[in-house]
Nanobody, 111 residues
Framework: VQPVESGGGLVQPGGSLRLSCAASGFIVSSYLMSWYRQVPGKERELVAT????????IYADSVKGRFTISRDNSKNTVYLQMNSLKPEDTAVYYCWRHGYWGQGTQVTVSS
């Protein structure tokens, strides 16, 4: 059982990135799935959550209106679309399912 993130990189302020979390060994629609982020020296921060089944979404205030979490059941993948990126969004982003963390993907927002 392993979430596998991809899609991080370097982007200028105001730009966009889409992160992917591919599920290995489980069905994403059966679980609450979340994206977290962490910068060195700080605690891991919950960014966005999508519930199992009906796929309701919840966002941290810091990303509301800019980030969108979604799920493609046919690809068994969860996404995080990040728009209007700011330097303070720079972090390692992790996909989480209860009991399991992905390896993380680095997002750097800089000019």
């Amino acid at each position: 059982v392993q979430p596998v993130e991809s899609g991080g990189g370097l982007v200028q302020p105001g730009g966009s990135l889409r992160l992917s979390c591919a599920a290995s060994g489980f069905i994403v629609s059966s679980y609450l799935m979340s994206w977290y982020r962490q910068v060195p020296g700080k605690e891991r921060e919950l960014v966005a959550t999508i519930t199992a089944g009906d796929g309701r979404t919840i966002y941290a205030d810091s990303v509301k209106g800019r980030f969108t979490i979604s799920r493609d059941n046919s690809k068994n993948t969860v996404y995080l679309q990040m728009n209007s990126l700011k330097p303070e969004d720079t972090a390692v982003y992790y996909c989480w399912r209860h009991g399991y963390w992905g390896q993380g993907t680095q997002v750097t927002v800089s000019s």
